[in-house]
């Protein structure tokens, strides 16, 4: 293979590529080690504000995790959440949302992302939309105008932190409302190990871990 051909399959690092909900007009137990239990989100706000602006400063130019060059760092970042986020109950109403996806290790996700050129097409938005008192979750990766690839979920709060989910339905959504329905796969578990009112943190079953911003209330795509 050409220099040419493997520099072009390679995701490109830019600076600023994240929007910083803090900054956006919307309203803006997975376990990472062994902590002493503590709240120290709600005793001491200004030390989960840092941490915070820590974890988004490093997503910055990730390209959502496409680009790995801060992943470490993100991961740490991520970390320190979590602990703040210990004692913690994610798994409330506060949790039904639709969130934006800011950066994540999910391997199926980060393919499509980076294969979505092939298609003639570049990838969107990607959400996962949480609705705690309808049981159900979906993820969304968006190909505007009017394409997605929507995945559903049933979903049961089973812990403070901790929420289980079964694939239900797979559908690609093309142009001119034209659907291609594909087989549910699979089932497991994610925790949200820090949530405020702007951002979320998650690990789940295979070990992968997300970052979303809260984008308003669950909407149905």
């Known amino acids: 293979m050409s220099q040419a051909a493997v520099s072009s399959t390679r995701p490109r690092c830019h600076r600023a590529v994240l929007i910083n909900p803090r900054k956006r007009a919307v309203p803006a137990q997975a376990f990472f080690g062994l902590f002493s239990p503590r709240k120290a989100a709600e005793e001491d706000p200004d030390t989960s504000n840092a941490a915070v602006e820590r974890l ?42 639709t969130w934006r996806l800011l950066w ?28 705690v008192e309808g049981a159900s979750l979906q993820n969304v990766i968006t190909f505007p105008p009017e394409g997605a690839f929507i995945v559903n979920s049933s979903i049961e709060v089973v812990g403070p932190q901790r929420t ?8 690609v959504q093309l142009p001119k409302d034209r659907k291609l329905q594909l087989p549910p796969f699979g089932a497991g578990w994610f925790d949200t190990v820090y949530m405020d009112d702007e951002i979320r943190v998650a690990q789940d079953s295979r070990g992968d871990t997300l970052v ?3 984008d308003g209330p669950p909407r149905r795509f």
């Open 56 to 97: 988004l400063t490093s997503i910055e130019g990730s390209e959502r995790g496409l680009c790995t060059a801060n992943g470490d760092a993100v991961l740490a970042a991520a970390m320190e959440l979590a602990q703040l986020g210990i004692g913690q109950t994610n798994t409330d109403d506060r949790l039904s949302a």
């Open 104 to 131: 994540t290790t999910e391997k199926e996700t980060l393919f499509i992302l980076k294969r979505a050129p092939w298609l003639r097409t570049a990838a969107g938005d990607v959400f996962q939309v949480i609705d």
């Open 164 to 171: 289980s989910f079964q694939f239900t339905s797979a559908t």
């Open 212 to 214: 979303v911003a809260r």
